[in-house]
């Protein structure tokens, strides 16, 4: 049978394909490190943009709008470690544990997605291999590689969700998310909203579970280090001028609440 193992596919990427993941400053000094699961809406050549148009890529289903501009440049601007996935959340969200029936969906916001449809178990697997698997092998290394060198880590997941969803309209600017550990999230809760302009939800738009994200449970929560996961929406940084001012906002922001919370992670 064509489909009874991975090894008897077609190659998913091909040599016109981009990397799976671009990392950012990979000799950052600075203790943040950024994660962008979501920066990217790349589509293999091969699954022909799984029976999509690109406005629908487009939409904030295909990827998170403006995280990549905005961490590429918050990277900078703190000299961050920082790292962007490639491909669409379509094909498959690398913030999504493996067993969740979200991992390759069929569905998004009332979109149907033909090249997820009927996917046998070697088609899902190659996926996994292929992108899911490699991307948080990266992230793991550089994890594996401060922890030796006791280098501190302070992890920041980067995000942005879109103004309206379901038919109701979001009234938050940012929300930061987080599951058990709450040491940063707080933290930057209470010093976001003293920025005096901001609607700042506390674990929305989204909340964390062990069941429905991965990058928190497996790379904040398991190491123990200190980290956060930040949602910006996406009207707020959809051009490089709002990417721009929240990366400096952000970068105010950071570098304010850095030695509280390297403290934190000496607790």
């Given amino acids: 049978?064509?489909?009874?193992?991975?090894h008897l596919l077609p190659p998913l990427l091909d040599v016109d394909d981009p990397a799976v993941f671009t990392v950012?400053?990979?000799?950052?000094a600075s203790p943040f490190l950024l994660l962008a699961d979501h920066a990217g809406q790349r589509v293999?050549?091969?699954?022909d943009a799984l029976g999509l148009p690109q406005h629908?890529?487009?939409?904030?289903i295909g990827w998170d709008i403006g995280i990549a501009g905005t961490t590429r440049e918050l990277a900078r601007r703190l000299d961050a470690?920082?790292?962007?996935?490639?491909?669409?959340?379509l094909l498959i969200d690398c913030n999504r544990p493996l067993a969740s029936p979200t991992l390759i969906p069929e569905t998004s916001d009332g979109t149907l997605v033909p090249g997820n449809a009927g996917l046998t178990e070697a088609q899902r697997q190659q996926r996994i291999d292929v992108i899911h698997t490699p991307y948080h092998a990266r992230i793991n290394a550089e994890l594996d590689r401060r922890r030796d060198q006791g280098i501190p880590t302070l992890l920041v997941?980067?995000?942005?969700?879109?103004?309206?969803?379901?038919?109701?309209?979001?009234?938050?600017?940012?929300?930061?998310?987080y599951h058990q550990d709450t040491r940063f999230a707080h933290a930057l809760l209470r010093t976001l909203r003293e920025e005096g302009d901001l609607v700042v939800g506390d674990n929305q738009p989204y909340s964390v579970s062990s069941t429905s994200d991965y990058a928190v449970p497996m790379h904040g929560e398991a190491r123990?280090?200190?980290h956060v996961e930040l949602e910006i929406r996406q009207d707020l940084i959809a051009d490089t001028a709002g990417q721009q001012a929240w990366a400096a906002r952000l970068e105010r922001i950071f570098r304010a609440m850095q030695s509280e919370l390297l403290q934190l992670q000496l607790q």
């Fill in 1 to 6: 049978m064509a489909d009874s193992g991975q």
């Fill in 24 to 28: 950012h400053n990979p000799h950052g």
């Fill in 44 to 47: 293999p050549a091969a699954l």
């Fill in 56 to 60: 629908e890529l487009d939409r904030h």
């Fill in 81 to 89: 470690w920082a790292i962007e996935q490639t491909y669409s959340r």
């Fill in 157 to 177: 997941m980067m995000h942005s969700f879109t103004p309206a969803m379901n038919g109701s309209q979001r009234p938050w600017q940012a929300g930061v998310l």
């Fill in 224 to 226: 123990g280090l200190v």
